[in-house]
């Protein structure tokens, strides 16, 4: 297949683009670029200035748009917000806008969304037919989806991957988990009996994939191992496979001083989300617990 990816340099873009290349499919990416020149390796944008080279979509498989500003690369101020809404918002609606006036659209948009979605919802098990829930980040996920109407009303198949926290050495919450966990310094986050559905790096990459395979499966696509944890089983679970103590917790409080509103949303919130459309559509996962995914993604 051809296949366009936005968000190719991120962590999730740089191992899905390996995988769908060894696979011999062909990527183009998708680039924010100066020079408006068409290449067969990329295609340029400029979602701030709702700029998009719209001849290069034509004639595409599919879509798979990654691309938005980092959620957790720095403290949540009103700019850093901006940031993260528009760069998801918008740039879905310069990309959809553009794919809904091709003579020959892709046949799937895969279009990147989060868990964020189901906002706080303690210990609720909670699925892709979940009620949207509250907050900042609930709001940008709701929005986010629905910058993809005028590819639906296209005709183009939409799958929106909420995806949960990715399990990866080279980004994301365990990356910057590693270093003071390995020091042990770890330890559990607020009460500890938050949820957290957590997937690994291998099995987030199939799940992108599977819906390309899986004509069947449209709409929201929870990208989440099937054995959510809390926090403190997860903590638990983390010092165990490292080899090394948690004693050290961070009170709530703490979290709130450290990292402001990005803490309640992200540390101290309760997603306990199962992948229902991944199991019943038949997807393999290769790391179905918390301790197996996280001896594979660390080599241990």
């Not at 683009?17 to 990329?42: D, F, M, N, W, Y």
């Not at 599919?62 to 720095?74: F, R, T, W």
């Not at 799940?207 to 926090?231: C, E, F, M, Q, R």
């Not at 997860?234 to 990292?259: C, D, E, S, W």
Request: hydrophobic content about 40%.
């Amino acid at each position: 297949m051809n296949i366009l990816v936005s968000g190719s340099t991120g962590m999730v873009g740089t191992a899905l683009i390996s995988t769908l290349t060894a696979a011999g499919h062909e990527v183009i990416r998708l680039v924010r670029v100066k020079s408006r020149t068409p290449s067969k390796e990329i295609i340029g944008w400029d979602p701030a200035a709702s700029y998009i080279d719209a001849a290069g979509l034509e004639g595409l498989d599919a879509v798979v748009h990654l691309a938005g500003e980092p959620i957790a690369s720095s403290r949540w101020t009103n700019e850093k917000k901006a940031r993260i809404r528009d760069s998801r918002v918008k740039g879905t609606q310069v990309l959809c806008e553009a794919l809904s006036h091709l003579s020959r659209p892709p046949a799937t948009l895969i279009c990147a969304s989060a868990i964020g979605y189901y906002g706080d919802r303690g210990d609720e098990v909670l699925t892709e037919s979940s009620a949207c829930g509250t907050g900042f980040l609930a709001e940008v996920c709701r929005d986010w989806e629905a910058a993809c109407d005028p590819a639906r009303q296209k005709g183009i198949r939409v799958v929106h991957t909420r995806f949960g926290v990715i399990l990866s050495t080279k980004g994301g919450a365990l990356a910057k988990m590693l270093t003071p966990f390995k020091m042990g310094a770890g330890g559990i986050l607020g009460s500890g009996q938050q949820f957290m559905s957590c997937i690994s790096i291998d099995d987030a990459v199939g799940a992108i994939i599977h819906p390309l395979n899986s004509t069947s499966v449209t709409g929201p696509l929870n990208v989440v191992g099937p054995t959510p944890v809390t926090n403190r089983e997860f903590t638990k679970t983390l010092g165990k496979v490292l080899g090394r103590p948690t004693i050290f917790p961070m009170p709530a409080f703490a979290a709130r001083l450290a990292f402001g509103e990005m803490a309640d949303e992200l540390l101290l919130g309760s997603q306990r989300v199962e992948p229902k459309k991944l199991l019943d559509s038949g997807f393999a996962f290769r790391h179905r617990d918390l301790e197996t995914a996280l001896q594979h993604v660390l080599a241990r």
